[in-house]
């Protein structure tokens, strides 16, 4: 059993600041990529920042210069620090992880129930 908790969303207004944090907890023993994804009320789902365990990270333009994402595979926690938030950054916001809970098993796509971020003055 695997969950994901996401931490951190709420209300701030335009360009201001808001910091996430996901933490994966149960049965893992390695944890590879992990991402955030938002979906804005009637949209779908999209990207906002991964990070592979190597570090290396990718963002779409929308959100790149703005955010940032981290991990602290000590801690199996991800992070996404967002800066100059904008009312179109409002959403549901997801974090995501692949995994394996054992050496034997094949890696699994798991997901968080979300946070919800506003943008509003």
């Known amino acids: 059993q695997v969950q994901l908790v996401e931490s951190g969303g709420g209300l701030v207004q335009p360009g201001g600041s808001l910091r996430l944090s996901c933490a994966c907890s149960?049965?893992?023993?390695?944890?590879?990529?992990m991402g955030w994804y938002r979906q804005a009320p009637g949209k779908q789902r999209e990207l906002v920042a991964t990070i592979s365990r190597g570090g290396s990270t990718n963002y779409p333009d929308s959100v790149k210069d703005r955010f940032t994402i981290s991990r602290d595979d000590a801690k199996n926690t991800v992070y996404l620090q967002m800066n100059n938030l904008n009312p179109e950054d409002t959403a549901v916001y997801y974090c995501?992880?692949?995994?394996?809970?054992?050496?034997?098993?094949?890696?699994?796509?798991?997901w968080g129930s979300g946070t919800l971020v506003t943008v509003s003055s």
């Open positions: 149960g049965s893992i023993w390695m944890i590879y990529n």
């Open positions: 995501n992880a692949d995994l394996k809970s054992n050496w034997y098993s094949r890696s699994m796509d798991y």
